[in-house]
């Protein structure tokens, strides 16, 4: 009784949060231009979404500042595990709980918070804003995957190097960066998948001469949702899947 009310619950749960994703990308197939009545399949709503150049300027806009952020933050939090990991050093428990309480804090606190920081030093929101922006928020999740990973590393290995002659840089080097590569790859996809979905911290940050694909797809369901808008979001959230799926096997603990 108790296993069927579980699997109950969980099925409702997870009814709750993908059946709307799921009514979204079978409307994204239909014909009808309202997507209030199902009136055949069709792929036109695609094509439409390929020729509408505004969108895929913004699209271009939020692979560019995706990749830029998610390799800067992957070096910057990939060194930052490595720190913390390989070194003691006075203040280490403090920057680390830094650290979770930067993946923790709200949004809109971040947003605001860097905004405030840019009008102080007189920088004029745009592309390099959003760009340091989004690096600042992907590091702790980068540097998070990394150290999660390394945790289970025998340490005797580091030793052994040591023994047979291996200077600290080559141990790190040759032992410890091909041990976490896979959590620095699966770091990397995170960062980028966070960087092509935000939106309040970007609102925040960007400027109207350099516009995102999170910040247009809002701006355009404001006046209602058209069926470019589902077709654009289903390609977005199967972009996020897959990433996602591969930063998980690329993570996931070997035996």
Not at 53 to 79: D, F, K, Q, Y
Not at 123 to 147: D, R
Not at 167 to 189: D, K, N, S
């Amino acid at each position: 009784m108790m296993r069927t009310l579980k699997i109950g619950y969980s099925s409702l749960v997870y009814a709750f949060l993908y059946v709307p994703i799921f009514v979204l990308i079978v409307y994204s197939f239909n014909a009808s231009k309202f997507g209030t009545t199902w009136q055949g399949f069709t792929l036109k709503w695609y094509q439409n979404l390929l020729e509408n150049t505004s969108l895929m300027t913004a699209a271009g806009n939020s692979v560019l500042v995706a990749t830029l952020s998610a390799t800067c933050a992957t070096i910057i939090g990939s060194l930052a595990a490595v720190a913390f990991y390989r070194y003691t050093f006075k203040g280490k428990k403090v920057i680390m709980s830094l650290v979770y309480i930067l993946m923790m804090a709200p949004d809109i606190v971040m947003g605001i918070s860097l905004l405030i920081l840019f009008v102080t030093i007189h920088m004029e929101p745009g592309f390099i804003t959003l760009l340091l922006s989004h690096i600042t928020f992907n590091i702790p999740f980068v540097a998070v995957t990394v150290m999660s990973r390394m945790k289970g590393f025998d340490k005797n290995l580091f030793d052994a190097a040591g023994d047979l002659g291996a200077t600290e840089f080559q141990t790190v080097r040759h032992v410890l960066f091909p041990m976490m590569l896979p959590a620095v790859v699966a770091g990397w996809l995170l960062a980028f998948t966070l960087s092509m979905d935000d939106v309040i911290i970007s609102f925040f940050v960007t400027g109207p001469d350099f516009e995102i694909l999170p910040l247009r797809i809002y701006s355009m369901v404001r006046l209602g949702v058209k069926p470019e808008v589902n077709a654009l979001c289903t390609i977005m959230f199967t972009l996020s899947l897959v990433i996602v799926m591969i930063s998980q096997i690329l993570n996931r603990e070997k035996k």
